[in-house]
């Protein structure tokens, strides 16, 4: 998913205020990072959908094999026979769920990053209509503060400090592309065991 007009960013300067400092920006910034967060959590759930899809093509593919190798057993003596190709299509079949098991996780993803948007919104939406708090950069630190204290991934608190730097929302996604995509390889690195996945 691409931005068509990408909001221009012109981040925030709440921890040395000058005279330029104004709550306009401030706002602007964190939209910014509200729409860079939708988007990285759209394009995540994309990729793990699309896993999904190819792990239950590989399932009903195999499991229409093991169908075709069992409708060829008419006597005790083809099981025998047949035994070796059928625990291998088993295996894969078994290897396939454990993926697609995985790829369900998604979702839980989906709605804590969703969660993190909706949060950052409903502290910007209090901040910005209390009079008080509005025109005061500490304020607008705080809530900053506690945003980036929610998230649970490196990538999540490398775009904010982007977001509020003033780095673009172009910039800012392909950086946390590319710490997503480094995270994905030493998590497949650290996981390349044969350990069996527990189901229940």
Not at 98 to 116: N, T, W
């Amino acid at each position: 998913m691409v931005t068509a007009n990408p909001l221009p960013n012109p981040g925030s300067s709440s921890v040395n205020p000058d005279l330029n400092w104004s709550q306009v920006r401030e706002t602007i910034s964190l939209l910014c990072l509200a729409m860079a967060q939708v988007e990285t959590t759209l394009n995540d759930s994309n990729k793990d959908v699309s896993k999904l899809t190819d792990a239950f093509t590989h399932i009903a593919h195999d499991a229409q094999k093991l169908g075709v190798a069992c409708s060829k057993l008419e006597n005790p003596d083809d099981f025998k026979e047949a035994k070796p190709e059928i625990m291998e299509m088993a295996g894969e079949i078994s290897k396939e769920m454990g993926m697609a098991i995985v790829a369900f996780q998604f979702y839980d993803r989906l709605s804590q990053k969703l969660g993190h948007v909706n949060d950052a919104l409903t502290h910007l939406g209090d901040l910005i209509s209390d009079s008080s708090r509005l025109y005061n950069p500490e304020e607008w630190l705080v809530i900053q503060d506690e945003i980036k204290t929610n998230y649970t991934m490196e990538c999540e608190r490398i775009m904010f400090d982007l977001i509020m730097k003033g780095s673009t929302i172009k910039e800012a996604l392909e950086l946390y592309r590319h710490e997503f995509d480094q995270m994905d390889i030493q998590k497949d690195l650290d996981d390349g065991t044969d350990d069996d996945i527990e189901l229940f």
